[in-house]
């Protein structure tokens, strides 16, 4: 070896510092987070924006009556027993009386023509069999007291536990914790009746399924 090349200074070959891994992924876990919360919000205001009718026939389940059997929804009075196409009924002909529906629970069924007549003011009638067990009776009657534009009654032979009825709209559900009650009650309420701001008190508060003619109870 010459001694140029022994003067020769070796390059000093950098030694890079170790990548802080788990920083990179806190940092990158903590962004995706940030996304979805941001989408999430986004799609949830996009969401309760949307026309209520367009969320309410988006719940998986709900009947469009409106849509599919409008001649049933005749909204004339008429005294008397009525028949209807579905039961519970959604809408049609009804008695000039209307029931109770300020946030009104009732023990025994009541007459259709009168909670129809509920029905086209605007109010949500939650119906349900009478073997329903009680604290499934207990909590649904708990999103009806004390609310307007609500009622809630047991009616015979329902081909489903539960059912929720708003002018022109029907959902069938198992169990009074399903979400889908809460999705109905929020989109149709008030909403779907074509006499929105008529009033819910004053109506009739007794039971029966025949219905009454009370005088001075048309809105």
Known sequence: MSPKSSRRQRKAIPVRPPRPWGVIALVTAVGVLAVTIISYAGFASWRGARPWSDR????????????????????????????????????????????????????????????????????????????????????LAARVTGTEYMLMSPVENLSSPITLQAWGYQLKVDS???????????????????EQGAACSGGVTATGTTPRDLDGQQP
């Open 56 to 139: 309410l026939t988006t719940i998986a389940g709900v009947v469009d009556y409106v849509s599919q059997k409008p001649a049933w929804l005749d909204s004339g009075h008429r005294s008397g027993p009525l028949t209807y196409e579905v039961t519970p009924p959604v809408g049609g002909q009804h008695n000039g009386a209307w029931q109770n529906c300020v946030g009104d629970v009732y023990d025994a069924p009541i007459a259709n023509e009168h909670a129809v007549h509920s029905l086209e003011h605007g109010a949500v009638w939650i119906t349900h069999r009478p073997d329903l067990p009680a604290d499934q009776v207990t909590a």
């Open 176 to 194: 009074a914790d399903d979400v889908q009650i809460t999705e109905f009650i929020n989109a149709a309420r008030i909403n779907a009746g074509l």
